[in-house]
């Protein structure tokens, strides 16, 4: 079973930044071979996909963060990243991380982004 959990979400003014981590438990090639995934859902919206990042580490952006978001990942910790820079009140919202491989969700973690 592979669990994730979110952590880093805070309170920020706009143009601040926040990095997010992604701790996966479970195997070491459970996280490893997998896609790890960002996605976001504020109030109200849909759940939408913020970056992806292949386990041969190829990423991949929605147009709304490109530029000031960035994804990462340290295999030797099981854990992804997501370092969010000059933040915007709309990127407000709840921040998950998906484990693509078993299609496991963390908790999610808030971000808020006063203006």
């Known amino acids: 079973q592979v669990r994730l959990v979110e952590s880093g979400g805070g309170l920020v003014q706009a143009g601040g930044s926040l990095s997010l981590a992604c701790a996966v438990s479970?195997?070491?090639?459970?996280?490893?071979?997998?896609?790890i995934g960002w996605y976001r859902q504020a109030l109200g919206k849909q759940r939408e996909m913020v970056a992806t990042?292949?386990?041969?580490?190829?990423?991949n952006y929605a147009d709304s963060v490109k530029g000031r978001f960035t994804i990462s990942r340290d295999n030797t910790k099981n854990t992804a990243f997501l370092q969010m820079n000059s933040l915007k009140p709309e990127d407000t919202a709840v921040y998950y991380c998906?484990?693509?491989?078993?299609?496991?969700w963390g908790q999610g973690t808030q971000v808020t982004v006063s203006s």
């Open positions: 998906n484990h693509f491989s078993s299609n496991s």
């Open positions: 479970g195997s070491t090639f459970a996280f490893t071979s997998s896609t």
């Open positions: 990042i292949t386990s041969h580490s190829m990423t």
